[in-house]
């Protein structure tokens, strides 16, 4: 992973700058007060559970929904000024290409809507098929591709134009872990050449991948920073739970009011603690043969507790 | 100037590809291309047939209570030019009258007792025609039918007696109605419904079909892709449309040509003309298409608009009732529908051979209203999707 610069250095050259975002659907509040800033050259990961507002943010960068309040700023300019889409690109989280059309049909319709000129378009269309490995299904009907291939195939579509601003709703949803870890390493390449990627993602393990992440919660960013230093900053200890009856250990955990999270981790369970809360915890145990052994935290511990104290706060 | 032949060149390689896209995605689909080309002479066909507004062969039944020669002579009489036809005979009033109830008979002519007597005493006699007003139109046609005979052998026989009175052949002064139809001679229900059938196709298929096309890219998702591309909103429209416009076209061809092999329609006026109203309707109908697209989120609920909206455009259009038998409070209605304008102007082209200045009015409103529909099938999309 490359070193970002600092954040506060760079604010003027933030791709997308997103203050005070408000979005509304009827009675629900699917964004409540978001700031945001991405920068060239990194891929900024914006996890959260479903129904966090992580569409809805994206949505609204991408100019697809206007904000109830709050401003948002695409390279400086409103996201739906004509000037921004020829720089953006979209990968929603729905199945958005033409199914009845084939691949190259799909890539050669997007190339024109950007009136790309053809020869620069046909190598970039030729070196994306390369990369994503279309090339050979070239002529199957969109519908009739896998789910790894049709999201490498949207993909190419987003970055046929070649986008100074990415961004990508839960792109490896219903994606094999192979097709995964390609859609991964292609995003890198990209990033290399000073593009901004703004990726949305329920699962932890791809959070690690990014270069900053948010984590969202109820449309509003309760933590943000580098993965690692995040976890290491994590202030909760994290245990094993070893030994006892299982169901009976479980029962007291999820009793103790000092347990942030709970979630299985092999045959065991491991435990979130609010700081200092280890030896009240290790007091419920003991009658139970159960012993606490510490370990380290993983990005999901960070989420479960963060989310724990933001849900309470 | 250079800047804006390359803004005008990047617009026209934009609707280029939505045209493609657009082509290619429905000819992918084999229902939809059915519906397009051939659902269409089928269906003229099959409306030509069935929809017979022409009056003949009434099912007539004839109840003889006298039993001479002189009724049944006049009977056959009344029967011999088609327009009524006898079924079995009954034996009474009663018996005909059943029949008139299920429907076995529509006209029942009732020769009463001692009818030849009093013709014969140059007594006033009477002849019964019970008729089923269920179809006002036919039974409007046979009483005309009954009357008529009846009244040309009253003064036949008035003459008859005259001579006789006299010794002598006498000319009789008389009025004789000898109504001549123009542009449609044979009074053919074809020739005047098939411009209708072609507006009613033109109609469903491409207001239903822009509908449906839009409300799809809502459904699927494809509309969101698209609009994060620089495609401005009206020509996403214009390319989408368009390429249904152009079946429209060839659709009201092909009806016209069919119209004039199988039924013998005429085409008395100008070509041009017949498409420039064609064109102009067509407007109303992809600007409906894509209006109802604006409120539907699916393409169910669009479909569901269309039909709401291309029924009582149908119905109150004149193409299978004639506006001027509708209640009068609906009549101000039709004036909202261009169907009517179409029809107006295409049986005035096509049968009377109507000239620019005949139809100018019906042109006219078409555009206003073509017009009008898109600019407001606009507004409301860019509100629904922004």
């Known amino acids: 992973m490359t070193a970002i610069p600092s954040p506060t250095s760079s604010e003027p050259d933030a791709a997308v700058q997103v203050r005070g975002l408000v979005r509304s659907f009827g009675a629900v509040r699917a964004v409540a007060g978001l700031d945001l800033a991405l920068y060239p050259g990194e891929i900024y990961g914006l996890v959260g559970p479903d129904g966090a507002g992580k569409t809805t943010t994206i949505r609204t960068i991408a100019g697809l929904l206007d904000p109830d309040a709050g401003t948002v700023r695409v390279l400086g300019l409103a996201p739906d000024d004509p000037r921004v889409r020829e720089s953006v690109g979209l990968m929603p989280q729905r199945y958005s290409l033409y199914g009845d059309l084939s691949v190259g049909e799909n890539l050669r319709f997007f190339r024109r809507l950007f009136c790309l000129p053809r020869d620069v378009a046909e190598q970039r269309i030729a070196r994306l098929l390369a990369l994503t490995r279309l090339a050979p299904f070239i002529d199957r009907r969109a519908d009739d591709l896998s789910g790894g291939m049709y999201k490498k195939l949207a993909l190419a579509c987003a970055l046929l134009h070649q986008p100074r601003v990415l961004l990508l709703d839960e792109p490896t949803n219903g994606v094999d872990p192979v097709s995964r870890r390609e859609l991964w390493t292609l995003l890198g390449e990209f990033v290399g050449q000073g593009m901004a990627v703004l990726v949305s993602t329920p699962t932890m393990d791809e959070a690690e991948r990014c270069h900053r992440v948010g984590l969202l919660h109820a449309g509003r960013l309760i933590a943000e920073g580098e993965p690692s230093r995040l976890v290491r900053e994590l202030d909760s200890p994290v245990f094993l739970v070893r030994g006892g009856d299982r169901d009976r250990v479980q029962a007291v955990v999820e009793q103790a009011p000092e347990v942030l999270a709970a979630s299985p981790a092999g045959a065991r369970l491991k435990v979130v603690l609010q700081p200092g809360g280890t030896d009240r915890l290790a007091e419920r145990l003991a009658p139970h043969g159960a012993t606490l052994v510490p370990t380290r935290p993983d990005f999901e511990d960070l989420f479960l507790a963060r989310l724990a104290a933001g849900g309470t706060a | ?386």
């Open chain 2, 1 to 386: 100037m250079t800047d804006r032949r390359a803004a005008l060149w990047t617009l026209l390689v934009q609707l280029r590809a939505v045209f493609i896209k657009e082509v290619r995605e429905t000819s992918q689909d084999r229902r939809v291309v059915f519906l397009l080309t051939v659902a269409p002479f089928i269906q003229l066909l099959v409306f030509g047939f069935a929809i017979n507004l022409d009056v003949d062969h009434v099912p007539t039944v004839v109840v003889d209570l006298d039993g001479s020669p002189e009724g049944r002579e006049m009977v056959q009489a009344m029967l011999a030019d088609g327009t009524l036809a006898a079924t079995s005979p009954a034996s009474s009033v009663q018996e005909a009258e059943a029949m008139l109830e299920h429907g076995d008979a529509a006209v029942a002519i009732v020769v009463p007792p001692g009818f030849a007597r009093d013709l014969a005493r140059g007594e006033p006699t009477e002849m019964q025609v019970l008729l089923d007003g269920t179809d006002p139109s036919r039974s409007g046609v046979a009483s005309g039918a009954v009357s008529r005979y009846l009244g040309e052998r009253g003064l036949d026989l008035a003459r008859q007696r005259l001579a006789a009175a006299t010794g002598g052949e006498r000319r009789l002064p008389s009025v004789e109605v000898r109504p001549r139809l123009l542009f449609n001679p044979r009074l053919s229900s074809a020739i005047y419904m098939v411009p209708g059938i072609a507006g009613m196709l033109l109609l469903i298929i491409t207001t239903l079909i822009t509908a449906m096309g839009l409300a799809r890219e809502q459904e699927v998702g494809t509309l969101e892709q698209v609009r994060v591309t620089p495609l401005p909103t009206p020509v996403l429209m214009v390319g989408k449309v368009s390429p249904f416009i152009l079946v429209g076209l060839i659709d009201v061809t092909l009806a016209i040509a069919a119209g004039a092999t199988v039924f013998d329609v005429p085409i008395r006026g100008s070509m041009a003309l017949f498409y420039a109203l064609t064109a102009a309707f067509l407007l109303n109908t992809v600007g409906m298409g894509l209006f109802i697209s604006t409120i539907s989120q699916t393409q169910q609920q669009a479909f569901i608009g269309a039909f709401m909206l291309i029924l009582p455009g149908l119905l109150l259009s004149g193409t299978l009732t004639p506006i001027h038998a509708m209640p009068g409070w609906l009549q101000p209605i039709t004036l909202l529908n261009p169907l009517r304008y179409f029809l107006e102007g295409v049986r005035a082209v096509l049968l009377e051979g109507a000239r620019l200045d005949d139809v100018a009015f019906q042109l006219g409103m078409l555009s206003l209203y073509g017009v009008a529909i898109l600019v407001a099938a606009s507004i409301r999309f860019r509100k629904t999707v922004a």
